[in-house]
Nanobody, 124 residues
Framework: DVQLVESGGGSVQTGGSLTLSCVAS???????MAWFRQLPGKEREGVAG???????TYAAFVKGRFTISKDNVKKTLYLQMNTLNPEDTAMYYC????????????????????WGQGTQVTVS
């Protein structure tokens, strides 16, 4: 099994930046990983995904503001978020799934069996 622990959330003003981290336990070097976010009463939505082969995908609303990356030695997934706006306010989750190297990144929540507990991002 994989356990994921997010951190780095907080409160920031419009236009500010935050970097989220997600530390994984267990073997994740052969795992696809992604960031999702969720507002109360709304469905979880994909933000950014990273495949084993390094390919990335981003939701349309990211518009070049966010960057997903991973440090395999530290087993840590990152989400660098710039130019934040109030619409980015949400609970952010990282997720992981085992996948072959030829599989691309996915932003479908049902694709991921492993989830962290979330970290809150508030933009005002």
């Amino acid at each position: 099994d994989v356990q994921l622990v997010e951190s780095g959330g907080g409160s920031v003003q419009t236009g500010g930046s935050l970097t989220l981290s997600c530390v994984a336990s267990g073997s994740t070097n052969s795992n696809c990983m992604a960031w999702f976010r969720q507002l109360p009463g709304k469905e979880r939505e994909g933000v950014a995904g990273l495949a084993v082969n390094g390919r990335t995908t981003y939701a349309a609303f990211v518009k070049g503001r966010f960057t997903i990356s991973k440090d395999n030695v530290k087993k840590t997934l990152y989400l660098q978020m710039n130019t934040l706006n109030p619409e980015d306010t949400a609970m952010y989750y990282c997720a992981s799934r085992s996948c072959p190297s030829f599989v691309g990144p996915s932003l479908l929540p049902v694709s991921y069996p492993y989830w962290g507990q979330g970290t809150q991002v508030t933009v005002s």
